[in-house]
């Protein structure tokens, strides 16, 4: 068994390479949360899986080809590695390499992991701002919070502020427990946003006619207070805005991200989503964000 798989949870941030210049940035980033939790951080790669096929010279030229890819593997692991000690000369780091597909090697890595950290795109994805296949399925299926970095900030935590989506389902409360944490360790304001639809509200059969918006407001914005309340107690020194309005979740969300240094959302919500293996909103979200973003899931 190797050495970072027998780490405690709390010892070890995972960072996934692949070759991207996105994806060393993503590394930098989880260097400095690394080094401020007093972590290892790992940084990992999965060897592509398009193997030649088994001819009879494909085979006798396999180990050729896997040494080449080992190669590159270790040649990419050893230039972030000394990219990322540059900034943190004092930073535990460890490296690693296995089959891919990705996805399923980084989580497999990050199984006693504090968290996983990754770019939103990298080689292969589609050069937009949209998130890649392989950060989906790792957020779908860690069992970690796991960061997608995007936009153009590599320093790590920053005292700009949190934002955490709240709507009071059990993934959202670990959600705000995590946002509470990350801004009170790093000095950041929080802002904690329950955005809710009238049909949400008032139920799929209400007909809004004989509705009290004053007490559905009222309901919505007591339901994230009492969100908030006792870790609110717990975390005396952060400095939280409440934002409860009627909107789309998503929408709300990013418009409240403008200039934020992460946003943090449950990887479901209530209702319907929670049968989806990531609800919209944080697909939206991590679309959509132009800062790191962390999804929680549930225990």
């Not at 790669?45 to 080992?70: C, H, N, S, V």
Request: some cysteine; hydrophobic content about 45%; glycine content about 10%.
């Amino acid at each position: 068994m190797s050495a970072h798989s027998e780490r405690r949870r709390q010892d070890l941030v995972v960072a996934g390479l692949d070759g991207s210049d996105t994806s060393v940035s993503a590394a930098q980033w989880a260097a400095s949360l690394a080094d401020a939790w007093d972590a290892t951080l790992l940084l990992t790669y999965a060897l592509p899986r398009d193997i030649p096929l088994y001819t009879p010279a494909a085979i006798l030229a396999e180990a050729d080809f896997l040494a080449e890819l080992t190669e590159d593997a270790n040649e990419i692991l050893r230039a972030a590695g000394e990219a990322v000690a540059a900034r943190h000369p004092d930073l535990r780091i460890e490296t690693s390499h296995g089959p891919g597909p990705a996805a399923l090697h980084l989580v497999e890595s990050a199984a006693n992991a504090r968290m996983i950290v990754l770019g939103r795109t990298g080689v292969g994805a589609v050069q937009s701002r949209l998130v890649g296949t392989t950060a989906l399925h790792v957020v779908g299926r860690a069992t970690c919070p796991v960061t997608v970095w995007a936009g153009e900030d590599t320093t790590g935590p920053s005292t700009k502020p949190v934002v955490v989506g709240v709507d009071g389902s059990e993934t959202s409360d670990r959600a705000v427990r995590y946002a509470f944490d990350y801004a009170d360790r790093f000095g950041a304001p929080l802002t904690a946003v329950h955005a809710w639809t009238g049909a949400g509200s008032v139920g799929a059969w209400g007909t809004g006619m004989f509705v009290d918006w004053d007490e559905v407001r009222d309901e919505e914005a007591a339901l994230l207070s009492q969100s908030l309340s006792g870790l609110s107690a717990d975390h005396p020194d952060v400095r939280v805005t409440e934002v409860s309005t009627e909107g789309n979740p998503a929408r709300t969300l990013l418009d409240h991200a403008d200039g934020a240094g992460l946003v943090v959302v449950g990887s479901h919500g209530r209702g319907t989503l929670l049968s989806a293996v990531l609800g919209s909103t944080s697909q939206n979200v991590l679309h959509h964000a132009q800062c790191p973003v962390t999804v929680v899931r549930r225990a």
